[in-house]
């Protein structure tokens, strides 16, 4: 069921019923205090299909140009194998170097997926073709958190929200080759799409960082509002969404100025945020509220929420 602000004319109504991107695009959120995933078509923006995973289920990727999704499930130590054209899981990803297991990427050939461990500070590799674990790598450093990969798959960045870094692995050999100092307690990470930026959420210091990838330092560092938990860029590089995890809005910066240029007030506790491929729209999960909410990227407005399960937070789309 979806949920509009009242507008006065029944044609505006209308034209917002749902989000209008290309049917079949879907929206694909994990509810922690459910132990399931909701699937929401981004035509209708209604719930098409609920699956049950594992338990609390934090974040979640797809493999690039496929049907199989990993969900890190932290209260079991797991990752969950999802079949999306069926809608099911159909296995489980166990290691003993799984302890809250949480950030998931696959390399843009579909070939190999990083996952974090944050709690025994370590990157797990895994063979995204088998679903086979091929090697553990530690971290040296706390909290390694959230994980993303550059389109060459080269180079891998995390963040370490305990000891406040990003750290850069070279995917050639999986050997850190840098740890760089951010904000404190940074659990967010996007890259730009042209690779040359890093921006991180860091949650307790209130602030966004800034990392220019080639010379691998901080660029400069942003306020925030109240806990800023992840980061997501446009399709088109041009804006950073920002949500603050306290104040339950999101910050929206201009990518090339850095400048924050709106704020928007969603639903209580917003986490993860995702974009439509098209970038009309931006898709935040508010655990708070139990909702997703979607931002129109052209008026920078809430356009729409719908209900979901309990504890909505990990998001991706396509």
């Known amino acids: 069921m979806i ?17 209008a991107t290309a049917f079949g695009d879907q929206i694909f959120v994990l509810n922690k205090q459910s132990n399931s995933m909701s699937i ?44 999306l054209k069926e809608g099911a899981e159909t296995g489980k990803i ?25 709690r025994t500070q370590k990157i797990v590799v895994i063979d995204a073709r088998t679903d ?16 993303v990969i550059d389109d060459t798959g080269r180079w891998a960045y995390f963040t370490n929200r305990e000891s406040n870094t990003v750290s850069v692995m ?3 050999d999986y050997r850190i080759v840098a740890s760089i100092p951010v904000g404190e307690g940074a659990e967010g990470i996007a890259l730009s799409p042209d690779g040359k930026q890093i921006w991180t959420g860091d949650r307790r210091g209130d602030t966004v960082t800034v990392i220019d990838t080639e010379t691998r330092r901080v660029i400069q560092k942003l306020p925030a509002g109240g806990a800023p938990i992840r980061v ?25 100025s850095r400048e924050h240029i709106k704020t928007i007030e969603v639903g209580g506790g917003p986490g993860g945020v995702v974009f439509s491929a098209d970038g009309r729209y931006a898709y935040v999960a508010c655990g708070g509220a139990g909702s997703v909410y979607a931002i129109d990227t052209a008026t920078l407005e809430v356009s729409g929420q719908v209900s979901v399960g309990e504890g909505p937070d990990g998001i991706t789309y396509q």
């Open 3 to 19: 949920y509009l602000r009242a507008f006065t004319s029944a044609l505006v109504l209308a034209m917002l019923a749902g989000p």
């Open 40 to 83: 929401v078509d981004s035509g209708t923006f209604e719930v098409t299909s609920t699956v049950s995973v594992g338990e609390q289920p934090h974040e979640m990727a797809i493999l690039p140009g496929g049907d199989k999704a990993y969900v890190s499930n932290v209260g079991e130590n797991s990752i969950s194998v999802v079949d």
């Open 94 to 118: 166990t290691t003993p170097d799984f302890s809250f297991p949480h950030g998931i990427a696959f390399t843009p050939d579909s070939r190999i997926a990083i996952v974090t461990s944050e």
């Open 132 to 147: 086979e674990i091929l090697r553990s790598i530690d971290t040296a450093e706390a909290g390694t958190h959230m994980v």
């Open 170 to 172: 070279d995917l050639n």
């Open 232 to 256: 997501a860029f446009s399709p088109d590089g041009s804006r950073v969404f920002v949500p603050n995890s306290i104040s339950s809005d999101v910050f929206v910066y201009a990518a090339d």
